[in-house]
């Protein structure tokens, strides 16, 4: 279905049938999902979730020369003041010797605005941030306030068109529309693809024309390839991937995160685009092989060593160079085991809990395994179908590994913590904090200086794993000296109590 004629991206919930509330096993959710039983679950409780703002600020804030606009009430975007330090690093990467941080304002909707209406806040903010910063982009996002009066982003964008020097690109993020917080993705992308790629509004959309698109693979650039990045991947990664497409004789274009407003035109020249995340990048990724004939990869995450070699055999397979993939992947993979060796018996029965992006979760935790450690439960933040050849994997190792999709749910994470008890607990440092309080030790899945992806990744984390276990002793001492949040009742009950249609399974 083209989605892209209409001014929102559908809800994930509604495209992928994603869910967010599930508890059980590994090897019991395919049944039910694919059933659509796990459609429109809820929880009678939900303590803290995560809000599709808050991925999108942090992917919009770090693109270049663009000014990002929240339009809402003050308090929506806040969680960006935490993510300046990344955006800065970010820039300071791309060379900028003084990086100025996050580019980022609010129009400070009040209670007068929600009864008159906003658009002409957001129509000042707009001229005001294009004369003040004179940025390639303004990007303005929609959040419940306006998302609920009715103001029409679309429209002010089309209004200014012509009155600013800025490429425009409403995003709707109204954090109401969908509990998925990846909905955010989609969201972005949209927006991007219809107003700076199409380049045009709905009323002159290009219609896909073969001959135009053969035309166009003349001028495709053959070993460019867009190379989707995720706003938790940091310099490091992104520099391990474009090092082993390098070995493929492969140039790329890298977008969203960090990126040029021009990264997003040059895409459709690309001869190839190259996925990081399935859920993260499928909407970007088909629109492109749909209207523009670029063909895409992406079904593998690169993290940890199977998953590495696939992506790479993926990439291999669409540019001819399957041979050139295997003879890398073998003398990448010898190199890594003999780096590996001394750490391995350190690691070999340890026991581990996740937590984070559906992809990122089930991913690491396949690379935990393969370092010799015991997955006891993921806790991927949302669930759709991207998500099932890396639960089925995880489940031919232990089909009755702990499965609760849940985004946040700390209560049910220190639940789950409680009976299993593990060694490690690898997660984001919002959901770590809880398993600190416990006295696990921890492993941030995300920071900004870390690396996490390809052969270096593997190694990397396997050596941070072994630091934390061999001295958990701030966390053994900080259980007992903190006040945990909830009774001692509550750990007897199921953790999943407050999911409604769920079978209890404690
Ligand atoms: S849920 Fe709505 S009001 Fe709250 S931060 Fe998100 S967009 Fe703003």
């Given at each position: 279905m083209d989605y892209i004629k209409a001014n929102t991206a559908p809800r994930r919930e509604d495209r992928l049938g994603t869910c967010i509330e599930f508890g059980g096993t590994v090897g019991g959710i395919a049944e039910p999902f694919c059933q659509g039983c796990l459609k429109n679950r809820r929880r009678s409780f939900s303590q803290g979730t995560i809000c599709q703002l808050l991925p999108a600020v942090a992917i919009l804030t770090s693109?270049?020369?663009?000014?990002?606009?929240?339009?809402?009430a003050i308090g929506c975007g806040g969680a960006a003041h935490a993510l300046g330090a990344n955006v800065r690093l970010g820039q300071w990467r791309g060379g900028d010797k003084n990086p100025r941080g996050a580019l980022w304002l609010s129009t400070n909707l009040n209670e007068r605005d929600v009864t008159s209406g906003g658009e002409e806040k957001l129509r000042q903010a707009i001229v005001e941030a294009d004369k003040r910063?004179?940025?390639?982009?303004?990007v303005f996002l929609s959040t419940c306030v306006p998302g609920i009066i009715g103001d029409d982003i679309d429209g002010v964008a089309r209004d200014l068109k012509d009155k600013v020097s800025a490429a425009l690109l409403p995003v709707h993020c109204e954090g109401f529309k969908s509990k998925v917080m990846a909905t955010a993705y989609d969201a972005i992308f949209h927006s991007f693809l219809r107003n700076l790629i199409d380049g045009s509004d709905e009323t002159e959309f290009p219609v896909f024309d073969p001959e135009a698109a053969q035309a166009s693979e003349a001028i495709r650039r053959k070993r460019l390839v867009n190379l989707l990045n995720v706003s938790s991947m940091t310099g490091p990664d992104q520099k391990e991937l474009i090092r082993l497409l390098g070995k493929l004789g492969l140039e790329v274009n890298m977008l969203p995160c960090d990126a040029h407003p021009e990264a997003f035109r040059l895409a459709p020249l690309a001869s190839l685009s190259v996925g990081v995340c399935?859920?993260?990048?499928?909407y970007f990724m088909s629109y492109l092989e749909k209207r523009y004939a670029v063909p895409y990869v992406g079904s593998h995450m690169p993290i940890g060593i199977e998953n590495t070699g696939n992506w790479l055999r993926g990439v291999a397979a669409k540019v001819g160079q399957e041979a050139a993939a295997e003879r890398i992947i073998a003398q990448e993979e010898a190199e890594l085991g003999r780096a590996l060796e001394p750490l391995r018996p350190k690691l070999k029965g340890k026991t581990c809990v996740l937590s984070a992006g559906e992809i990122r979760t089930l991913s690491t935790a396949r690379l935990v395994q393969e370092l010799g450690l015991e997955v006891?439960?993921?806790r991927p933040y949302h669930y759709d179908p991207f998500g099932q050849p890396e639960v089925e994997r995880l489940s031919d190792v232990n089909p009755g590994i702990r499965l609760n999709v849940a985004t946040a749910q700390p209560f049910e994470a220190v639940n789950i913590l409680n009976r299993v008890e593990p060694d490690l607990y690898i997660g984001h440092n919002s959901d770590n904090v809880w398993a600190?309080?416990?006295?696990?030790?921890?492993?941030?899945?995300?920071?900004s200086n870390a690396i996490y992806s390809g052969y270096a990744g593997?190694?990397?984390v396997a050596r941070r794993i072994h630091r934390h276990l061999e001295n958990n002793s701030f966390n053994e001492r900080l259980v007992k000296n903190v006040r945990q949040p909830y009774r001692e009742s509550w750990y007897a009950e199921d953790p999943y109590k407050y999911i409604i249609g769920a079978e209890l399974t404690a």
């Open positions: 693109l270049q020369d663009t000014v990002v606009i929240v339009h809402g910063y004179r940025p390639e982009a303004i399935p859920t993260h990048d499928d006891l439960a993921v600190a309080k416990c006295g696990t030790a921890v492993l941030p899945i995300y920071g593997v190694f990397d």
